[in-house]
């Protein structure tokens, strides 16, 4: 079991900046990838970025050149540093992380994903 905590959400101007911090606990050696997803009123949820445990990242095309994403292996921490935020960028901001599927003995686990509750962020015009 993996529990991801959310902080640093809040109400921004448009131009201006936050920066989110999940905090992982638990089975963490389980975990490689971990990132970030958001989901604006009445739309689905969807992909911000992604960082593996070797450094690998990647974006969504609305926030490159914009965000940032990064990962402290030794607090299990992944950060999301937002600049230049739009009104579009408005939403609820779920930390995720991703257990890879394994096998133990002869049964295979399929991979698995955890999710924290979320933060909102506001961005105002």
């Known amino acids: 079991q993996v529990n991801l905590v959310e902080s640093g959400g809040g109400l921004v101007q448009a131009g201006g900046s936050l920066r989110l911090s999940c905090a992982a606990s638990?089975?963490?050696?389980?975990?490689?990838?971990m990132g970030w997803y958001r989901q604006a009123p009445g739309k689905q949820r969807e992909l911000v970025a992604t960082?593996?445990?070797?450094?690998?990242?990647n974006y969504a095309d609305a926030v490159k050149g914009r965000f940032t994403i990064s990962r402290d292996n030794a607090k299990n921490t992944v950060y999301l540093q937002m600049n230049s935020l739009k009104p579009e960028d408005t939403g609820v901001y779920y930390c995720?992380?991703?257990?890879?599927?394994?096998?133990?003995?002869?049964?295979?686990?399929?991979?698995?994903?955890?999710w924290g509750q979320g933060t909102q962020v506001t961005v105002s015009s």
């Open positions: 638990g089975s963490i050696f389980s975990i490689n990838a």
């Open positions: 995720n992380a991703n257990r890879p599927g394994y096998y133990q003995g002869s049964s295979y686990y399929t991979e698995y994903d955890y």
């Open positions: 960082i593996t445990r070797g450094g690998n990242r």
